[in-house]
Nanobody, 127 residues
Framework: QVQLVESGGGLAQPGGSLRLSCVAS????????MSWVRQAPGKGLEWLSG????????YYADSVKGRFTISRDNAKNTLYLQMTSLKPEDTALYYC????????????????????WGQGTQVTVSS
């Protein structure tokens, strides 16, 4: 079955960096369009970034553009999110998610819109 396992979250200071990883199994990762999304306490789901299977294009929400970088290693079945210049408002539970088709949809507001998603990894940005 499809499985997505996120890791790399933790506590970071404002201005710091973290690198999230998402290891995929149970499907052909190299053919899948993938996204990172997050949910902060008391807030709705926020789409952050997405990348096509061949790494040809990556897209970002305005809130993270220039600070976060999405990438993937298809040989390792792994999706990454490099986060820099972290802010307290980046505190959230971060999920990787697999798109239902090859097309990337931005602005998704519910995990159920995706084909599958992981259990999430917590990122806390605080001094």
């Amino acid at each position: 079955q499809v499985q997505l396992v996120e890791s790399g979250g933790g506590l970071a200071q404002p201005g710091g960096s973290l690198r999230l990883s998402c290891v995929a199994s149970g499907f052909i990762f190299s053919s899948a369009t993938m996204s990172w999304v997050r949910q902060a306490p008391g807030k709705g789901l926020e789409w952050l970034s997405g990348i096509y299977s061949d790494r040809s294009n990556a897209y970002y929400a305005d809130s993270v553009k220039g600070r976060f970088t999405i990438s993937r290693d298809n040989a390792k079945n792994t999706l990454y999110l490099q986060m820099t210049s972290l802010k307290p408002e980046d505190t959230a539970l971060y999920y990787c998610a697999k798109e239902r088709s090859r097309w990337l949809r931005v602005g998704i507001r519910s995990l159920s819109e995706y084909d599958s998603w992981g259990q999430g990894t917590q990122v806390t940005v605080s001094s």
